[in-house]
């Protein structure tokens, strides 16, 4: 990827990492002085090591290599993992213990996007933090110094650590889609050390992501996965996003069990062990999750959406589990607390294998009427003043409460409406949850008509 002098804007230092477009807000350049800050900053904790790894992407090498020199000039020494999925860095960081790291990664972006996912100190950043790391580049103030670089090869850790730990009761037949991302790499073999048999598709890993999206959380992505499992003896989907850190599931009658669902089985198992235990979920999340986490003996926590900020709360809290309706799963039971598609459909296989019938018990998962993410396009930064003026000026009147804790959710007796600003594109983000198609239209319609008094001109996902 030829340097194209691409400026750098405050609007690639996103709430939980850093992503730009290739050519446009991101270069090697600006990667190079991302790998001096996050070095300068990295020295001030007393971290003299950083691992770095990148997923799939066409410009993961050279920008690596540039966040590596950044790194290096400031005075850290770098192990570089390679192209790995996000997870296999963050495990990385454990099992080298140098609890600092960068991944490379444009996540479910489309292929001219790229960023950062940063561990400082064993914290994923995020908010103020990653601000910092802007601040620091605006005024050059950078340590100096000349660090080393190595290679190192995680994989067989990795997956040596998760075969050792997840024991199946019987062995299973899968299918798993990939979407070309950098998880098809790995979960092949992954699956196969747990005595699986596994159907792959599109697990070469092709950053023009020819087939389809890698992004779970969207229906149209998996329907290749359910035909697989119309036309074949494989008893179960699973879907990884374009870094391996999310997981879409799918069941052998072609149902999508969402992750707030996925939770749900979740939460029932490891409060079996650990009775009493929050359990936390973000604000995109089915009513049902805080029902079935009371039923099972423990206390559900709401929180904000963002991988970084439920790390931290989980740390704070001392969680054994969270989720986020987007598919990131956070086991601290038995694992890290860092989020891991891969780990979490291990995990999810070996609850199933203890039942004779896997879609049955997954379907049987509680669960409403229900929208998948919608979105609203916005203008850049958009999307966030418009939640701040929803906030301030929308009244509900028919609702049982209205939670702020991150956008706008309202609650009524027979459901929810959820509004807010993604961190990571400018779109608005809603969802909505309801016991019958009436009730579902209603809420749709309360919402949709706010929205409409911010900005008259929004495309509403759903028919106003």
């Known amino acids: 990827m030829a340097n194209s002098n691409a400026s750098l804007t405050p609007g690639i230092f996103k709430a939980y990492d850093i992503r730009g477009v290739l050519g446009k807000t991101l270069d090697i350049r600006i990667a190079r002085q991302i790998g001096q800050a996050f070095g300068s900053a990295a020295l001030i904790k007393g971290e003299k090591t950083v691992v770095i790894g990148r997923d799939g992407r066409l ?106 730990d997840i024991k199946l009761a019987k062995p299973m037949k899968l299918a798993v889609d990939c979407g070309n991302g950098v998880a098809g790499a790995v979960a092949g073999d992954l699956y196969r050390g747990l005595g699986c048999e596994v159907i792959e598709l599109f697990c070469d890993v092709d950053g023009n992501f020819p087939n389809h999206h890698p992004d779970p959380a969207h229906p149209e992505n998996l329907e290749d996965l359910i035909r697989a499992l119309q036309t074949t003896d494989a008893v179960l989907g699973l879907a990884f996003d374009g870094d391996g850190d999310r997981l879409g599931v ?98 999810l296989l070996e609850i199933l294998s203890r039942v004779a019938d896997p879609s049955a018990t997954l379907n049987a998962l509680p669960q409403s009427l229900s929208t998948p993410e919608l979105q609203i396009k916005c203008a850049e930064g958009e999307n966030h003043v418009l939640v701040e003026r929803l906030q301030r000026e929308a009244s ?31 779109v608005l983000v809603l969802r909505f949850e309801a016991e019958n198609e009436d009730a579902l239209s209603r809420i749709q319609q309360s919402l949709g008509k706010a929205i409409r008094q911010v900005k008259p001109d929004a495309e509403l996902p759903f028919a106003a």
């Not at 103020?128 to 340590?143: G, K, N, V």
């Not at 996925?262 to 079996?272: G, I, K, P, T």
């Not at 987007?326 to 086991?331: A, K, L, P, Y």
């Not at 209205?402 to 009524?412: A, N």
Request: glycine content about 12%; overall charge neutral; proline content about 5%.
């Open 59 to 164: 410009s993961g090498p050279s920008l690596s290599a540039a966040l590596a020199e950044g790194l290096q000039s400031a005075g850290v020494d770098v192990i570089d993992v390679g192209m790995v999925a996000t997870p296999m860095l963050y495990f990385a960081t454990y099992a080298l213990g140098a609890p600092s790291g960068i991944m490379v990664t444009g996540s479910h972006n489309p292929p001219d996007y790229n960023g950062f996912k940063m561990v400082l100190a064993g914290e994923a950043i995020y908010g103020e933090t990653i601000q910092q790391l802007y601040q620091r580049i605006l005024a050059s103030d950078f340590s100096s110094g000349r660090g080393g670089y190595r290679q190192h090869d995680i994989r067989e850790a990795y997956l040596a650590r998760i075969i050792g």
């Open 396 to 426: 509900w009147p028919d609702a049982k409460q209205v939670l702020t804790i991150d956008g706008v959710r309202v609650e009524y007796a027979d459901g929810f409406g959820l509004v807010r600003a993604s961190n990571t594109t400018p």
């Open 250 to 347: 799918v069941t052998k009658d072609g149902q999508i069990i969402y992750p707030d669902r996925q939770l749900m089985l979740f939460a029932q198992e490891v409060l079996s062990r650990h009775p009493g235990a929050p359990i936390l979920y973000d604000v995109k999340c089915s009513r049902h999750v805080a029902e079935v986490v009371k039923a099972a003996g423990g206390e559900p926590l709401m929180g904000k959406t963002g991988h970084s900020l439920v790390k931290a709360r989980m740390k704070e809290t001392q969680a054994p589990l969270g989720g986020e309706m987007s598919g990131h799963v956070f086991f601290k039971d038995r694992w890290y607390g860092f989020d891991d598609g891969l780990y979490a459909g291990a995990r």
